[in-house]
């Protein structure tokens, strides 16, 4: 089965079969025996001779951090929601948190067209990522990091830590924090920068040993409390950078015998599911991750098809949700 055959059974030209396949302007009534007749036999089109006759592959490469995030999934999801629509399939990149392996996918995909497009979820940008993404011939969206000089889809990682900051301090005396690298321009820096903004508008500097950098899981949360408690006297808060971070930071809280909240307040960041469900509930922020995948996936689209959106950066909104792990 071929598309001539197509043609012929549906009694039109090969150039309407043509262009029904890539979208192009077909009668409805010619459009729909067309339909009928591929789903009736079958017919999947070679995308190599697709390829050929658009200059498109469909194919749209994700470049992510790591797999095992819920973050990360639930701006996948997002993406996806939107490609598959559009028909267009999905090569997932893992580069396992390493830099020099998410240069290499972008290196990997970016010549020769091999993809139509990427998006690549961002943690740490190098000067490396600079030179790489300046070199591509295909449209590239960032997601998760604002980048100046491509479209950027990000969260409002400072507001919403300030805003939980500030929330915590109504009976708080001694915050302390436990974040992630600095380099991490979004959930390290700007995360971090929320909460010591929030102090300083309270009047509160926090002690310097109250300000960790810890790795995004539950095991670095809980050992990062672990040296809190050792070493900040009076410790009745701590603001952790993730929602992970924070289930560590609690379960090591109560593994001490101190009460959460009554004795230490916890907050993270992420609105995991888990944190609706754990006992004492956890106070965080919701970001919109889908949604921001959706959002990348939309702006990708309009490059491909040679359209500049008014708006190429989109900064997300938020919402804080006062559980019970802080009084």
């Known amino acids: 089965m071929d598309i001539n055959e197509i043609a012929r059974r549906a009694g039109v030209s090969r150039a309407t079969v043509s262009r029904y396949l890539n979208d192009g302007y077909v009668s409805q009534e010619k459009r729909e025996l067309i339909a009928h007749i591929i789903n009736e036999t079958g017919y999947v089109p070679s995308q190599q001779a697709q390829q050929l006759r658009t200059g498109k592959s469909k194919l749209v490469s994700i470049v992510i951090p790591k797999i095992n995030s819920q973050s990360v999934s639930r701006m996948v999801a997002g993406i996806t929601d939107v490609l598959n629509m559009a028909g267009y399939q999905v090569i997932l ?47 590239c969206v960032i997601l998760g990091q604002k980048f100046a000089g491509h479209p950027s ?15 915590a301090l109504r009976n708080a005396r001694q915050p302390s ?6 380099e991490d321009e979004a959930a390290g820096r700007m995360r971090r920068k929320g909460f010591v903004d929030a102090c300083t508008q309270a009047g509160i500097t926090p ?13 670095a949360g809980y050992f990062g409390a672990e040296k809190l408690m050792d070493t900040v006297p009076g410790l009745d ?32 960041v992420g609105d995991s599911l888990l944190s609706r469900i754990a006992r004492p509930s956890l106070s965080t922020a919701h970001l919109h991750y ?6 990348a996936a939309r702006l ?10 008014v708006q190429e950066d989109v900064k997300m909104g938020y919402e804080v949700y006062a559980r019970s792990s802080m009084r």
């Open 290 to 295: 889908r949604t921001s995948g959706a959002e």
């Open 177 to 182: 924090y436990l974040g992630v690298l600095e």
């Open 207 to 219: 002690l310097p040993q109250a300000q960790l950098t810890v790795g995004f899981d539950a095991d």
């Open 93 to 139: 990149a893992n580069a396992d948190n390493d830099v020099e392996t998410e240069i290499e996918f972008l290196n990997l995909f970016g010549p020769q067209n091999r993809v139509d497009g990427i998006i690549l979820i961002a943690t740490v940008l190098t000067p490396e990522h600079f030179e790489v993404l300046g070199r591509l011939s295909i449209p």
């Open 153 to 167: 889809v990000y969260q409002d990682d400072y507001h919403a830590v300030y805003e939980l900051t500030r929330l």
């Open 300 to 309: 990708l689209l309009n490059r491909i098809a040679g359209k500049h959106s």
């Open 237 to 268: 808060t701590i603001v952790c950078a993730t929602d992970d971070i924070a289930f560590g930071a609690m379960m090591c809280v109560a593994e001490y015998g101190y009460d959460v909240p009554k004795d230490i307040q916890v907050t993270g």
